[in-house]
C-alpha cells in the first residue's frame, strides 16, 4: 500500500438550482404588468389634472369678464349705431343743387340741398368757417364734417386735426354756433361729444368715412373749393 502525501481535497459544492422557465415567465409577466399599471396611473393624473384645468377655465374668464368695467359699448353692434349719435330719415333729406343758401333744419347740417360745388375733403383742415352749402356736397360724397365751438380746448383741436389730416373723405373747420363743443356729421347722422379723446371719434369716423349712408358712393373729395368762399 502507498501513502499520498498531499491533504484530501474538500467536497465540490452542490450545483446552483437551474432557475425554472415558468419563473422567469412570471417575473417577466409582473414587471410587465407593474409598467402598465404605472403608466396608467400616470395617464389617469395628467388626464384629471387637465379636466380640471379646462373645467376651471370658463369660471377664470367670467371672472376676467367680470373684471372688466362697465357701460355701454361704442356701438350697440357690429354695424349698428354710434353710441349718442343722432339719426335723420335720408329719404327726406334733400339732394338738389340749388344757388344761395339753404336754411337747414339742424346746425351744423346734416344733408339737404347744397351748392353744386363740394368743399374738399381729402383729409382737409380749415381754420375759418365754411358754407354750409359746400360742405353738405362734402357729405354726400361720404365725407365725415368735423366741427367745434369756441369751448374746445388748443389740444382737442391739434388732436382732432391730426386725426382728420391722415384720413381722406374727411374735414374740418370751425363752427362758432354749433352747440356741442365738438361735433362730427355725416349724411343723416350726427354726434357730439366733449373732448377728442372721447372713444367714440374714431368710432364714427370708422363708420361713416365713405359709409352705407353715403347717397354718391365713388364720388370724389378732390376737384371742389379748396378755401371758404
Known amino acids: 500500500m502507498s501513502f499520498d502525501p498531499r491533504p484530501p481535497m474538500p467536497p465540490a459544492p452542490p450545483a446552483a438550482p437551474t432557475p425554472d422557465r415558468s419563473d422567469r415567465t412570471g417575473r417577466i409577466v409582473a414587471i410587465v404588468v407593474g409598467a402598465v399599471a404605472v403608466a396608467g396611473l400616470v395617464g389617469f393624473g395628467s388626464y384629471t389634472v387637465l379636466d380640471r384645468t379646462v373645467g376651471d377655465r370658463p369660471e377664470r374668464d367670467r371672472a376676467a369678464s367680470d373684471s372688466k368695467p362697465g357701460g355701454p359699448p361704442p356701438t350697440a353692434a357690429a354695424g349698428g349705431p354710434v353710441r349718442g349719435e343722432k339719426t335723420w ?126 347717397p354718391e358712393p365713388g364720388a370724389p373729395c378732390t376737384g371742389g373749393l379748396a378755401a371758404p368762399r
Request: proline content about 6%.
Open 89 to 214: 330719415d335720408a329719404e327726406k333729406l334733400g339732394r338738389d343743387h340749388v344757388a344761395g343758401d339753404v336754411d337747414y333744419p339742424m346746425t351744423p347740417p346734416v344733408g339737404g340741398n347744397h351748392d353744386q360745388v363740394w368743399m374738399n375733403c381729402q383729409g382737409d383742415v380749415y381754420e375759418k368757417p365754411l358754407a354750409d352749402v359746400n360742405a353738405v356736397h362734402s357729405l354726400e360724397h361720404g365725407a365725415v364734417w368735423v366741427t367745434y365751438n369756441a369751448t374746445a380746448s388748443d389740444a382737442d383741436v391739434s388732436a382732432l386735426a391730426s386725426r382728420v389730416s391722415s384720413t381722406p373723405f374727411t374735414l374740418m373747420s370751425p363752427y362758432p354756433s354749433q352747440a356741442g363743443t365738438i361735433t362730427l356729421t355725416a349724411w343723416g347722422k350726427q354726434l357730439t361729444v366733449d373732448g377728442a379723446d372721447d372713444e367714440r371719434v374714431d368710432v364714427f369716423l370708422s363708420a361713416y368715412v365713405q359709409g352705407p349712408q353715403t
